[in-house]
């Protein structure tokens, strides 16, 4: 399996711009999370998606962002405007379970920087 | 919320035992406790996973003690590959706490 996939891996954008993060996650995984990553607030869940509908978004900054999953293949996280302080690393990882043996499996990330 | 506190940074050399500590005084019945690493610019990858006594892996062992409100991750001969930031995390899925990853502590693994 090619693991978890998102896109872009870098991003460079400008202040006011929609950005649209992508990510694909291992198949037959039935939980999807994102998290975002900086220096200053660490590790963040920003939601969290179970058999394709979100359980728990109370991680999610502001209306500006949203996140959807259409399909058990893919999901995106929207920013829309986007701000500097938005900029950062965004993980999307999947897991096979939501019990005890929750494993989580992370892509690559996307490095957003808005300026 | 269950919190966890970990020592920010450890360093150690090439071949030695390296143990890292992690305390949840707060740890409910329902809790596992689960060490992830993480290199740079990658994301944390997975280590071990334990409820009670000890666990061992290919990479690492994991101990916890009878009331479970400490747990220690332990690398057997650390290489320099090992240099990276591990996250202690606890909780049951169902809830936010299994995915809250604190500070980590980075380790520095000299030659």
């Known amino acids: 399996d090619a693991g978890v996939i998102q896109s872009p891996r870098h991003e460079v954008t400008e202040m006011g711009q929609e950005v649209t993060l992508r990510c694909k996650p291992i198949?037959?995984?039935?939980?999807l999370f994102w998290y975002r990553q900086t220096m200053m607030r660490g590790l963040e869940l920003l939601i969290y998606?179970?058999?394709?509908?979100?359980?728990?978004d109370s991680g999610m900054p502001e209306d500006r962002f949203s996140a959807k999953m259409p399909n058990a293949s893919f999901s995106t996280l929207k920013i829309q405007p986007s701000e500097p302080r938005d900029s950062a690393v965004y993980f999307c990882?999947?897991?096979?379970?939501?019990?005890?043996?929750?494993?989580?499996?992370f892509g690559p990330g996307t490095r957003l920087t808005v300026l | 919320l269950a919190k966890t506190t970990q020592p920010i940074s450890m360093d150690s050399y090439e071949g030695q035992e390296v143990n890292i500590t992690c305390s949840h005084n707060?740890?409910?019945?329902?809790?596992?406790i689960t060490w992830y690493q993480q290199f740079p610019s990658q994301g944390p990858r997975f280590i071990i996973q334990g409820y009670k006594t000890k666990v061992t892996n290919e990479v690492a062992s994991l101990f916890i003690p009878a009331d479970r409100k400490s747990s220690t991750l332990s690398l057997p001969r650390v290489s320099l590959s090992d240099t990276a930031v591990y996250y202690c995390?606890?909780?049951?899925?169902?809830?936010?706490?299994?995915?809250?990853f604190g500070s980590g502590t980075r380790l520095q693994v000299q030659p």
């Open positions: 995390l606890v909780g049951s899925l169902g809830g936010r706490r299994a995915l809250t």
């Open positions: 707060n740890i409910a019945t329902n809790d596992y």
């Open positions: 998606f179970n058999n394709n509908v979100p359980i728990d």
């Open positions: 990882a999947s897991s096979r379970s939501g019990g005890p043996n929750n494993e989580q499996f």
């Open positions: 198949s037959g995984h039935d939980y």
